[in-house]
């Protein structure tokens, strides 16, 4: 079996062969990739309520040898996401061009997470979520760990046009107190990259009992908090150091804020006026 080889691509071409149980099987492997790439076959099995030796029938059914074999082609899709930050962070100090090399090497990743972003993130669905923003009687952004830059730079961006966006559990603020104003009228958006942060899964949660809307951005099918999303949206995170990589984040970031501020009234453009003169008058820029 090729190392290149894509599991979505062999459950594709077997698909119709296949009996409802092995089915059930391939559905699990293709949406749970990182579970199968890093949980035993035990952990996978209690998961997807489908016996371990149907997925020993299963990995055969798709030409592997076993199902161990099934689950280091999981791992080489998954890439370093199955890794612990210290295991990467390892990897970087025991390559000997890691130095010399990562500019390059980390420039080409970012180039290549915002073209796959751009050509794989479907046009109407973003335009749908952008509509459901604008709309919003109210927007929490929340973003824990390394996504807490980018929700706050989209909060930063967003008062310059409007007054309805807060960012949940900023300076000691309780994100319960947030999440449980929230209404149907109103969106939660939510940044999570792996390791998922347990309180964006919950608080998607909580908003979806609260029939808000949700919008999450992440880094794969497998995040926790998609199951609760309204819009989903998969950005890659590739990259050669040790950490993900936010930069196709950022670009989706702007791009909505873009978007947003291209389709709102005389009302945005005045108040962009309002808050620069604002700022000239409070002297907060350099000037010679």
């Known amino acids: 079996m090729k ?33 199968v790439a890093t949980r035993s076959l035990r952990s996978v099995s209690a998961a997807s309520s489908v016996s371990p030796a149907t997925f020993s029938r299963l990995a055969r ?35 000997p061009s890691a130095v010399e090399t990562m500019l390059q090497r980390h420039a080409a990743a970012c180039v290549q997470n915002v073209t796959e972003m751009a050509q794989k993130i479907d046009g ?3 335009k749908s979520a952008v509509d459901t923003l604008a709309r919003a009687r109210n927007v929490v952004l929340f973003g824990a760990f390394s996504s807490t830059g980018a929700a706050e730079y989209m909060a930063y961006l967003a008062q310059f046009f409007t007054s309805n966006w807060t960012l949940a559990g900023r300076m000691g603020a309780a994100l ?49 908090t998609n199951r609760y999303g309204d819009f989903s949206f998969i950005v890659p995170s590739d990259t050669p150091q040790f950490f993900s990589s936010y930069v196709a984040t950022m670009a989706l970031v702007e791009t909505m804020i873009a978007m947003l501020v291209a389709q709102s009234g005389d009302d945005a453009s005045q108040k962009i006026r309002d ?6 008058r409070l002297g907060d820029f350099w000037a010679e």
Do not use: W
């Open 124 to 126: 109407d669905r973003l």
């Open 275 to 280: 808050v620069e003169a604002r700022n000239k």
């Open 3 to 35: 190392a290149d080889v894509r599991i979505e691509d062999l459950v594709s071409e077997s698909y119709s062969e296949l009996s409802a149980k092995l089915k059930d099987a391939a559905d699990y492997v293709v949406a749970n990739q990182l579970d």
């Open 61 to 95: 059914s798709l030409g592997f040898e076993s199902y161990e074999e099934l689950r280091e082609i999981c791992r080489g899709a998954m890439g370093d996401r199955g890794f612990s930050l210290s295991d990467r962070a390892q990897k970087l100090k025991d390559d």
């Open 176 to 224: 319960g107190t947030t999440v449980a104003d929230l209404k149907p009228q109103d969106v939660l958006m939510i940044v999570t990259k792996t390791p998922y942060a347990r309180r964006a899964v919950i608080a998607a949660e909580m908003a979806k009992e609260a029939r808000a809307q949700v919008i999450v951005i992440t880094d794969s099918h497998v995040c926790p």
